[in-house]
């Protein structure tokens, strides 16, 4: 039965510093992760997707990495900012989509 | 574009009332549809797939009497919550998967959020 963790369950960090959000699942045979954010009591936005064939993805600030044989992706924010202060979630897709349970970050300002 | 719409976005009711939470894809065909339930300071957990035409599969320890899917058409699964009660109380998100293929990414809706009295 596949299952997402993801380390810390909750981070603050002053702004303007980099920062690296953890996920592992434990099996490996999956067809991509996905990394969301969510704000209080709101739904999701996906922020990057990575086929299982790809190694990372990077959108703006964001870089997610991929190591399918260790069970391993992380969440790279570079340059943080107070906005930035939410949820973030990471899925990964074998038949189903299985959620970690988030990091909760707080960008302090 | 692919956006998904639910409505309503929350909804507070009395004990043993029902609840009717649509889930709409507003610019794509679904005929795949998912409902997760998220408890809060909690993940979403998968109660439901719903296919268009048939019925839905539900999740082991999800009752299918209580929580009623149908999906009627290509753009629109509704989610009833029977005989609600207060530990029903919970965010309610969808999501839409676009076309036949199982490893097209699914696009998710905003979340209702059911609050029972």
């Known amino acids: 039965k596949q299952e997402v963790t993801q380390i810390p369950a909750a981070l603050s960090v002053p702004e303007g510093e980099n920062l690296v959000l953890n996920c592992s699942f434990t099996?490996?045979?999956?067809?991509?992760l996905q990394w969301f954010r969510q704000d209080p009591g709101k739904g999701l936005t996906s922020l990057l997707l990575?086929?299982?064939?790809?190694r990372e993805q990077t959108s703006g600030r964001l870089n997610a990495s991929l190591d399918k044989s260790s069970g391993r992706s992380t969440l790279y924010i570079a340059a943080s900012q107070p906005g930035d202060s939410a949820t973030y979630l990471c899925?990964?897709?074998?038949?189903?989509?299985?959620f970690g349970k988030g990091t909760r970050l707080h960008i302090l300002p | 574009g692919a956006v998904v719409s639910q409505h309503p976005s929350w909804v507070i009711c009395k004990s043993g009332t029902s609840v009717k939470i649509e889930c709409r894809s507003l610019?794509?065909?679904?005929?795949?549809m998912f409902w997760y339930r998220q408890f809060p300071k909690q993940s979403l957990m998968l109660m439901a797939t719903?296919?268009?035409?048939?019925?839905?599969?539900?999740e082991q320890g999800v009752e299918k009497d209580k929580f009623l899917i149908n999906h009627a058409s290509l753009t629109l699964s509704t989610l009833t919550v029977t005989s609600a009660h207060p530990e029903d109380s919970s965010f309610y998100i969808c999501?839409?998967?676009?076309?036949?293929?199982?490893?097209?990414?699914?696009?998710f809706g905003p979340g209702t959020r059911l609050t029972v009295l």
């Open positions: 899925a990964v897709k074998d038949d189903k989509i299985i």
């Open positions: 610019d794509f065909q679904a005929t795949t």
């Open positions: 099996d490996s045979a999956i067809y991509n």
């Open positions: 999501s839409a998967r676009p076309g036949l293929g199982s490893f097209n990414e699914q696009f």
């Open positions: 719903s296919n268009e035409g048939s019925k839905a599969t539900y």
């Open positions: 990575i086929q299982s064939s790809q």
